[in-house]
């Protein structure tokens, strides 16, 4: 189970802070990931965290803008978004997978998302 939060409408150059609380799992035995997706388009991998957190990876478009992080402790994962531009406009989600992946193979259940709108 996922719960995304933190989304909102902004302003291109704005910054937002991506929430997932994780539950039902441990969640310390999963690699974390976001993704995104807009309507008629196939889901797109965003960032990918590694069991302790000490290991990221991103999408060669948010990389330098964005930051994947995770709080094992709380069941927590983040996603600090900078410079937003236009097309990062997208429903974020999150998800875990039991193996390290840099694209989508390996996360199964996504959660429902939060809203992102980034206006020029």
């Known amino acids: 189970q996922f719960v995304e939060s933190g989304g909102g409408s902004v302003q291109a150059g704005d910054s937002l802070r991506l929430s997932c609380a994780a539950s039902?799992?441990?969640?310390?035995?999963?690699?974390g990931g976001w993704s995104r997706q807009t309507p008629g388009k196939e889901r797109e991998f965003v960032a990918v965290v590694s069991f302790r957190g000490d290991w990221t990876y991103y999408a060669e478009s948010v990389k330098g803008r964005f930051t994947i992080s995770r709080d094992n402790d709380k069941n927590m994962m983040y996603l600090q978004m900078n410079s937003l531009k236009p097309e990062d406009t997208a429903i974020y989600s999150c998800?875990?997978?039991?193996?390290?992946?840099?694209?989508?193979?390996?996360?199964?259940?996504w959660g429902q998302g939060t809203q992102v709108t980034v206006s020029s």
């Open positions: 039902g799992q441990s969640f310390h035995n999963y690699v």
């Open positions: 998800a875990t997978s039991p193996h390290l992946t840099r694209s989508l193979a390996g996360f199964d259940y």
